[in-house]
């Protein structure tokens, strides 16, 4: 099992520039978020999915998108990069709503 | 609104020197209290769920507790190894989401 894989690791946009960060999961996980993480703020989340086709906003989810087209993926699309954007984004998955998450080892995003 | 405070933000200790770490909330009808460890560069990784009042789980030197305010990551005899931010995270009853507190730096000093 490899877990929970995102690509890139590290990543520079230009504002205004679109990209998409990639996440996915071998595990047949069903729960699915994204969170971004900055200093003295914590993990906001921005979206999540509880099933395949299924996708919800969380606390932050303003500029960005998401689709789950199959259980394993879970693409968070920027639609056009702002300065505020840059954090490092997280996306973790979970068997079910109760259990602990289990998260990849992030990407870190800075737009210039 | 669902909150989700950690106290202290930040603890250094020395080693062997034992303690707790604060988690409080203001989600009615809890459905699941979540502690995390995250090492710096890295994801969270899994500690504990703990579900009702009253309920304890151990790993290794923590032992998690919940009450019906607060959870509590009592910390035993820690080594420099247990050095990392804790994370604590809800799962509110309105809906699915899972939401963090800013966490707590620990710092054990050899």
């Known amino acids: 099992n490899a877990g929970v894989t995102q690509t890139p690791k590290f990543q520079v946009l230009k504002t205004g520039q679109s990209m998409t960060l990639q996440c996915a999961q071998d595990?047949?996980?069903?729960?699915m978020s994204w969170y971004r993480q900055d200093p003295g703020m914590g993990l906001r989340l921005i979206h999540y999915s509880v099933g395949a086709g299924i996708t919800d906003q969380g606390e932050v989810p303003n500029g960005y998108n998401v689709s789950r087209s199959t259980t394993e993926d879970f693409p968070l699309r920027l639609l056009s990069a702002a300065p505020s954007q840059t954090s490092v984004y997280f996306c973790a998955s979970s068997l079910d709503k109760e259990g602990g998450y289990t998260f990849g080892s992030g990407t870190r995003l800075t737009v210039v | 609104e669902d909150q989700v405070t950690q106290s202290p933000e930040a603890l250094r200790l020395q080693e062997g020197e034992s303690s707790s770490l604060n988690c409080s909330y203001t989600?009615?009808?809890?459905?699941?209290l979540f502690w995390y460890r995250q090492d710096p560069g890295k994801g969270p990784e899994f500690l504990f769920t703990l579900y009702s009042a009253g309920e304890e789980k151990e790993k290794e030197r923590l032992k998690a507790t919940l009450t019906k305010k607060e959870s509590f990551l009592h910390i035993t005899a820690p080594k420099p190894e247990d050095s990392a931010t804790y994370l604590c995270?809800?799962?509110?009853?309105?809906?699915?989401?899972?939401?963090f507190g800013k966490g707590t730096r620990l710092h054990i000093l050899p």
């Open positions: 995270a809800v799962h509110s009853p309105g809906d699915d989401k899972i939401i």
């Open positions: 989600v009615s009808g809890l459905r699941g």
């Open positions: 595990m047949n996980h069903e729960y």
